[in-house]
């Protein structure tokens, strides 16, 4: 009895420890998901906020359009001299005729000099070159302009002969790699290649696109690129991107200027968030890296990028394009599309159809005869000749002002139709005239109509929902349901698409029922840690096999948690910019909710408000504990919370903080205007072109400043008296003229 007593106990002592070895594994495991889930729900958040303010800086790629059509519809030019200017803004992005461009960007008349110990290039090239260069951009060296200019030149040549569409099939070779964006992160570039090995006669490669801007290597990652390219032109297949764009070239490189204003060299833009600025843009890289040559370099690669593929079809089973498609999306119009002809996708949309009325002449002064070579008339929806309407009576002066602006809009749109049939009149048959000008009995497409097949290719994005609605988060292509890519498979007999366009936290990812999968190659995109990088590969069964990996060391380094509280940091800093950046309107919304002008406003309301001003679509109140203080009573003095912002945002020379905040809100306009003045890239414009732009820029944004007080104002600023205005310069005159009202 006693030794059976003494077993009971036992075993009732072993099972009641086993029970709370069972509960503290419980508790242990309860806790462990609680902070799993609020690390993966900081995540989320910090990934909402990137993703919505990255794609609101987008819209402003659209916005340029926008701006130039406001222009158009809006102002009159008033001399021959700014009608010239507004031509000029119109038609200065567009690329030479075949003959002026092989002239302008003439690499034979260039010397390399003895000293160049960097790679040297011989065409027709072979693999060793592309090791040479390879080694070359390791050690940081830099290829000789004439070098680049002839590579770009043998590019095009090979390009102008591919197809819209390429067609890769897996029987020769084992497998087929297909990479997304990597936007100027050479590193990611060479860790593709030291994984999975060099393109070769059985390591096919396809590049889907925005292989530049943002990273600080695209120029290198174009050339290397462009090297395999040519030397296995059917193992290496280039997609264009829509940052192979001019006018999205363009827009990236000053904003890290605008946000620090002058108190900042140049010289110091790594040391600013990558999130809030974009701190690197292809333009300003070329020309930083080749400042003798680097105009000729970026006129060369505008054209080269014009001439991209605009998708891929592996073994007439997979499609690959940037961006995605749309419920009219059709692969046969975009077989035929002369693609050279979109040198920006930007500047494709047209405007609303009519007459045309005035001569050509009339908007630039150039004779008729050479805006229209004889070639032309063999091609297919070739633009007629406008013909003059009859002009109201100068009685009625608002008849009048409409019927001149809509004149002026007419020939600048059918002036630019023009020369984009004269670029597409080679000397050389391209594959794109070789099969329109086979095809006469073909539909003809309006412009508007091929302008659209390729927008929504290129910035196109999937979604859950069924259906297919403009996309407005980045203000241009699409968005598109499982219903839309269920109908393009089963039209064209395709078993799926692969896009990039879109970062994803792993690298990849898929939706619409596996039907769609997004593939991302540029590791630590939002700062370091924030996500990985992926490739895809393709055997003959077509299934997908990835590959992913993290360029950075010290992203290996980091456990889950610093890299969250690392990303979460930067997201919340690029956040309250842009808070800081809409002060005003800020200011006003709450005062719509503070009835009684107490200064306070409930935290609901607050909410409420930012998302009104802001439309970012953000949860601000999960965000609110990281934005705001919390307060006893919960209410928020927005006066001082706005003061806090703007401490945070204040530069080293205490700019006035309303001035600070109209240049945060406007950089993206001062940018783009700056560029586009600015033609040679040499950031200098000259106190005429200043003066016109000004005008312009005041019209759009609706700021009265006369005559005089421009010019005033450009004598003023000019502080170093060289009699041009450098980008400083241009900011201190926006600032000035900000004070003066």
């Known amino acids: 009895m006693g030794s059976g007593g003494s077993v009971n106990a036992n075993y009732k002592y072993s099972l009641q420890k086993s029970e709370n070895a069972f509960k503290a594994a419980v508790l242990i495991q309860r806790w462990y998901r609680r902070y799993v889930a609020r690390l993966e729900m900081r995540r989320r958040c910090t990934w909402r906020i990137f993703q919505s303010i990255e794609y609101a800086c987008e819209q402003d790629q659209i916005k340029l359009h926008n701006f130039f059509s406001y222009l158009m519809d809006h102002f009159t030019p008033s001399s021959s001299k700014e009608r010239d200017f507004i031509s000029r803004m119109f038609i200065s992005g567009e690329s030479f005729k075949e003959a002026e461009l092989e002239k302008y960007c003439d690499y034979e008349s260039m010397e390399v000099p003895d000293s160049y110990t960097g790679p040297h290039l011989s065409f027709p090239l072979l693999p060793d070159h592309a090791t040479a260069l390879l080694e070359a951009f390791k050690q940081k060296q830099q290829l000789h302009a004439r070098y680049v200019l002839n590579l770009l030149h043998e590019t095009r040549k090979h390009l102008k002969q591919l197809p819209n569409i390429s067609h890769v099939s897996t029987c020769y070779s084992e497998e087929v790699t297909v990479c997304g964006d990597l936007h100027g992160q050479l590193d990611d570039l060479f860790l593709i290649f030291y994984k999975n090995g060099l393109p070769s006669p059985s390591k096919s490669y396809v590049f889907n696109g925005d292989f530049v801007d943002r990273g600080k290597q695209s120029l290198e990652i174009l050339i290397i690129l462009f090297t395999f390219l040519l030397i296995y032109p059917k193992e290496v297949h280039l997609n264009r991107g829509n940052h192979e764009d001019h006018m999205v070239n363009l827009r990236y490189g000053f904003c890290v200027g605008l946000i620090t204003m002058s108190v900042v060299s140049l010289q110091n833009l790594t040391e600013l968030p990558f999130f809030c600025s974009y701190r690197y843009g292809f333009a300003k890289e070329v020309m930083q890296k080749y400042k003798v040559h680097g105009k000729k370099i970026l006129k060369m690669i505008q054209n080269v990028f014009c001439w991209l593929p605009l998708a891929t079809l592996i073994d007439q089973k997979v499609l690959i394009i940037h961006g995605g498609v749309s419920d009219t999306t059709d692969l046969?119009?975009?077989?035929?599309?002369?693609?050279?002809?979109?040198?920006?996708?930007?500047?494709?949309?047209?405007?609303?159809?009519?007459?045309?009325?005035?001569?050509?002449?009339?908007?630039?002064?150039?004779?008729?005869?050479?805006?229209?070579?004889?070639?032309?008339?063999?091609?297919?929806?070739?633009?007629?000749?406008?013909?003059?309407?009859?002009?109201?009576?100068?009685?009625?002066?608002?008849?009048?002002?409409?019927?001149?602006?809509?004149?002026?809009?007419?020939?600048?749109?059918?002036?630019?139709?023009l020369v984009d049939i004269s670029e597409s009149e080679d000397e050389e048959p391209t594959y794109s005239s070789m099969v329109s000008l086979a095809d006469l009995d073909a539909p003809c497409w309006t412009r508007q109509e091929e302008w659209k097949q390729i927008l929504d290719i290129l910035w196109s994005d999937p979604m859950?929902?069924?259906?297919?609605?403009?996309?407005?988060?980045?203000?241009?292509?699409?968005?598109?349901?499982?219903?839309?890519?269920?109908?393009?498979?089963?039209?064209?007999?395709?078993?799926?698409?692969?896009?990039?366009?879109?970062?994803?936290?792993?690298?990849?990812?898929?939706?619409?029922?596996?039907?769609?999968?997004?593939?991302?190659?540029?590791?630590?995109y939002y700062e370091i840690g924030s996500n990985r990088g992926a490739y895809v590969k393709l055997g003959p069964d077509l299934v997908p096999h990835f590959v992913q990996y993290q360029a950075n060391k010290t992203a290996h380094t980091l456990t889950m948690t610093q890299r969250i509280s690392r990303v979460e940091e930067s997201a919340f800093r690029a956040l309250r910019e842009k808070l800081f950046a809409h002060t005003s309107a800020l200011i006003s919304t709450f005062k719509a909710y503070d009835k009684d002008n107490t200064g306070k406003i409930t935290l609901s309301n607050w909410a409420t408000a930012v998302e009104s001003v802001l439309h970012l679509g953000l949860p601000w109140r999960m965000l609110r504990p990281q934005l705001v203080r919390t307060t006893a009573d919960g209410m928020l003095e927005y006066k001082s919370w706005l003061d806090d912002l703007a401490m945070e945002q204040r530069s080293q020379e205490r700019i006035q903080s309303s001035l600070l905040e109209v240049i945060y809100r406007n950089r993206s306009n001062l940018e783009t205007i700056f560029r586009i003045i600015d033609r040679d890239h040499s950031g200098l414009i000259s106190f005429e072109e200043f003066h016109q732009t000004w005008k312009l820029f005041s019209s759009h944004m609706k700021i009265e400043l006369t005559d005089d007080g421009i010019n005033d104002l450009v004598r003023s600023i000019d502080f170093n008296k060289d009699g041009n205005i450098d980008f400083n310069e241009f900011l201190e005159a926006f600032r000035l003229v900000k004070q003066t009202q």
Not at 352 to 366: A, D, F, L, M, P
Not at 469 to 490: M, S
Request: net charge positive.
């Open 332 to 417: 046969d119009m975009l077989e035929k599309i002369q693609r050279n002809k979109f040198i920006s996708v930007l500047r494709g949309k047209k405007r609303k159809e009519s007459n045309r009325n005035v001569e050509i002449q009339e908007v630039n002064g150039e004779n008729n005869a050479e805006a229209d070579p004889a070639g032309n008339e063999a091609l297919p929806c070739l633009p007629s000749q406008p013909r003059p309407a009859q002009a109201p009576s100068m009685a009625n002066r608002r008849e009048f002002s409409r019927w001149v602006r809509q004149t002026v809009q007419e020939q600048i749109e059918w002036c630019r139709r």
């Open 464 to 524: 859950p929902q069924e259906g297919c609605r403009e996309n407005t988060v980045r203000g241009g292509g699409c968005y598109f349901g499982p219903d839309v890519t269920a109908k393009i498979l089963e039209k064209y007999n395709l078993q799926f698409l692969i896009r990039s366009h879109e970062c994803k936290q792993e690298g990849y990812e898929f939706c619409h029922n596996r039907k769609v999968l997004t593939i991302f190659s540029a590791s630590n």
